[in-house]
């Protein structure tokens, strides 16, 4: 590998995508990255993506596959499966979804049919796109019916899921989030499946990581039948998705990710993510994902101590979500843009049953993942909580803002980012 000779390359070659890279490479490391969906993978990663596993065609899969050459990419792709097998305690792993919108497509398409009734989160209240959003193409091919959260505590409504899949007799019981701050009771969820004869699919896209790590369930604790993750969010991997299911399911599952949905898969990922499920099976990773959620827990009570408004009053996880409305009397956007200025990096996000519309909502999301990788701890999420205050109390204040951007940029030259 000549990763220092090709990066020459490209400085030579194409000045303006190599400015770009270097920019990037600078934003990443002078302000703090806060998008719960976000984080640093490892150095080993960068290495497998830039390498020539992007130069070869392995459709198929180890052992039947349409093209020749295939000896090292058998390897990879064995190595990866297996390990995800051992790190999540299940029969059977996909590892080639290209990432994890494909991912939960492949599920949906592989065991059910279309116009089939997939019972999911509603997206105000946390569920994703994929979860059946009106526009999104699965949004139109299957029959999504929604559950919400319980007004009075932000949480599940478990009694209306079973209610509401009573009555809709779904095929399929969703459960995951994108913007939930709590951990999934996965027994309530498997007992009413039970009842109706739904498949059971978890969609752990934002906490695989966490899981992998020992600090949330499993959801295969409870019986669960097939569990999605994207590869690049808590599991610190490469851009790309898994399918995790029972023996049961392997073959249909497989079918349904190629020939039915996709073609080549990308082998420099897979690779990569080979080499993050064995880092997953470390004490470190352990210790970082029980970290993850403390560092989210004392952020949320500092914020919580100078009268931000919580969903749900806290967090399990690694996320928080802040109703900015009720706080400051200021919409998401306008929050986004507030913590931008200072190099606080967080989205906004619709809350549950927003009146406001998705551009401009109630709130923002914000998680501790790409944080904790670069070495923060409790007392610098109690810094990180006033700066937060402070700026979105007086968004308006440009020369506090100077000031601020100052101090959280020379802040985090003390936490390098891994890989850069
Ligand atoms: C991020 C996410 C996805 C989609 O992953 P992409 O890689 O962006 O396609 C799917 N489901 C959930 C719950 C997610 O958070």
């Known amino acids: 590998m ?25 934003r990443q490391q002078s ?6 969906s976000e ?6 990663v ?13 459709e198929g899969y180890p052992g039947r596959r349409y093209y020749g050459g295939q ?16 790190v999540f305690n299940c029969e059977h792993a996909n590892v080639q979804p290209l990432s994890g919108s494909a991912m939960n497509q492949a599920v949906y398409l592989g065991l059910l049919e279309p116009g089939d009734t997939i019972m999911a989160m509603d997206l105000s209240h946390g569920g994703h796109l994929t979860h059946g959003a009106p526009v999104s193409h699965m949004g139109k091919l299957f029959n999504f019916v929604r559950y919400v959260t319980n007004p009075l505590d932000g949480s599940i409504d478990y009694d209306r899921v079973r209610q509401d899949a009573l009555a809709s007799k779904p095929k399929m019981i969703l459960c995951g989030y994108t913007s939930y701050p709590r951990d999934i009771e996965y027994e309530r969820f498997k007992t009413i499946a039970d009842e109706v004869g739904a498949v059971t699919m978890t969609d752990a896209s934002h906490f695989g990581g966490l899981v992998a790590g020992g600090a949330m369930n499993n959801p295969f604790d409870f019986g669960f039948d097939v569990v999605t993750t994207t ?9 790309g998705g898994m399918i995790l299911c029972s023996r049961k399911l392997a073959s249909k599952i497989d079918k349904s990710v190629f020939p039915g949905l996709q073609g080549g898969p990308h082998m420099n990922a897979i690779a990569a993510i080979a080499v993050t499920l064995l880092k997953a099976q470390s004490e470190e990773f352990r210790q970082y994902a029980q970290q993850v959620i403390k560092n989210a827990r004392t952020l949320a009570d500092a914020l919580i101590k100078r009268q931000m408004t919580l969903i749900t009053g806290g967090t399990d996880n690694h996320m928080l979500v802040l109703d900015t409305v009720s706080s400051f009397g200021i919409d998401g956007r306008r929050a986004e843009e507030a913590l931008d200025a200072v190099s606080i990096t967080t989205n906004k996000q619709i809350i549950p049953d927003d009146p406001n519309p998705p551009l401009r909502p109630s709130g923002i999301r914000i998680g501790t993942p790409a944080a904790t990788t670069r070495g923060m701890r409790e007392a610098d999420m109690e810094q990180l909580a006033d700066w937060i205050v402070d700026c979105l109390q007086n968004p308006e204040d440009e020369a506090m803002q100077v000031r601020m951007r100052d101090d959280v940029e020379s802040f985090c030259r003390k936490f390098p980012v891994p890989g850069i």
């Open 31 to 36: 302000g703090i990255e806060l998008i719960p």
């Open 46 to 58: 960068l290495a497998s993506l830039g390498s020539v596993f992007t130069n070869k065609y392995s």
């Open 71 to 86: 000896t090292f990419t058998d390897e990879i792709e064995n190595l990866a499966r297996d390990r995800a097998k051992t």
């Open 2 to 26: 000549k990763t220092i000779e090709n990066r020459k390359f490209l400085k030579q070659n194409d000045p303006a995508v190599y400015a770009a890279l270097k920019g990037e490479e600078q």
């Open 231 to 239: 590869t690049h969010k808590s599991l610190r991997g490469p851009r």
């Open 39 to 44: 984080n640093y993978t490892f150095p080993e």
